[in-house]
């Protein structure tokens, strides 16, 4: 006989006791467990010493070149119906499609395979309890085949209760890594809730602080900075509102980045400023500026560069204060694990709403002026 016909017996047989454990499988069907036994070992010893001649012969049969050529046309059709066949039926078992599978160098895991696994634990819960009974324990070889049985359902019972150690042990490992892991969501998520939290607050108090000043009383917000800073700032943020008025269209004034390191020369940064007065006192002033500028503090969709990595790349930079960013404290905000801080423009459409971008317009010639009046 053939390899080629050896490999089609063997497949329709395969076929023949997988049907059956599939069947007995859907139906819960646990009647002779040791015969399901039998039928589970044969179909993955079939498996086994079918698929390295099927790939074998189909590698045969997929040959190009001429001078290495073992089958005609008909018989390279013939070996891919096989292999077609044999991937049918593993699948089956398997659930899935089983073509990659058994074309690759790894090893099948008949634990995955939901049949299989079944009939192993209907097996392993029949052997444990047969080793509980008074006449297993009492059992005598009369001769070597009694021995020889023995020592098989001896092995199988030490299998079995190895498996559902093994079982049990692996259950708690994940019942305490489920356990660990919903703690860390827990915390992640009141994390995240209090962020939410202190987002909401900061610019509402953003929001109060900007309208408690009248417009052409701008300068009086920086009454808290000293007045060696003054001055600098003041031009900073006339800077900034003379280039709103002529070109609001610049996405750089439009979008402030609070991580920009121009951006932290002249204005700092609220997370290195909580033991240093002066850039306190800066920044906190600077942020209600550009809230009457109609600015909005916003926050970006992803992950930026960490404040001290930022420091480490640019070991020079200064803050407003004159000092080195490094020798500033980094105090965590609260948003540094989810995003970059960015103030936003929020300025009327000239077209949709004329009178209020009228407004917003006048409002910076306004702040301009009282600005450009000061003498810092």
Known sequence: MTEYKKLCA??????????????AFKDDDRGDVVALHSQAVSVQTLITNCRPRVVKI?????????????????????????????????????????S????????????????LAWVEDL????????????AWQKRLASNVVDLVRMEVESRDVCAAEEKRARAALMMERKSEKNAVQQ???EREAAKWFAEIQRREAEHEGLLLKSKLYDISAAPSVLKDVSPPFRGPLALNVLQLVRALRTTPENSNIRRIRCNNLRVMTEYGHV???SECHTCWTI???TEVLWYMLGYTVEYSSLPTVHIPALIESNPSLRLPC?????????????????SERLFVLHEPNPTEEPNEWMDWYTRMGAIVHSLEACKF
């Open 322 to 338: 004159g000092g080195l960013a490094s020798e500033h404290v980094f105090f965590p905000v609260g948003f540094e694990d989810y």
């Open 123 to 134: 097996y392993d819960e029949h052997v444990l309890r047969l080793a509980q009974t008074e």
């Open 100 to 115: 990659g599978l058994i074309l690759s160098e790894e090893n099948l895991n008949y634990e995955e395979c939901p049949p």
């Open 271 to 273: 997370a290195l400023c």
């Open 183 to 185: 703690m860390l969501d």
């Open 58 to 98: 189909l590698h045969k049969g997929r040959e190009k070149d001429p001078d290495k050529q073992i089958y005609n046309e008909r018989m390279c059709v013939a070996i891919e119906q096989l292999f077609e066949d044999f991937c049918a039926v593993v699948g089956s078992l398997f659930d899935t499609s089983a």
């Open 10 to 23: 063997l497949v329709d047989q395969l076929k023949q006791e997988t049907a059956v454990l599939i069947d």
């Open 283 to 285: 920044v906190t002033s």
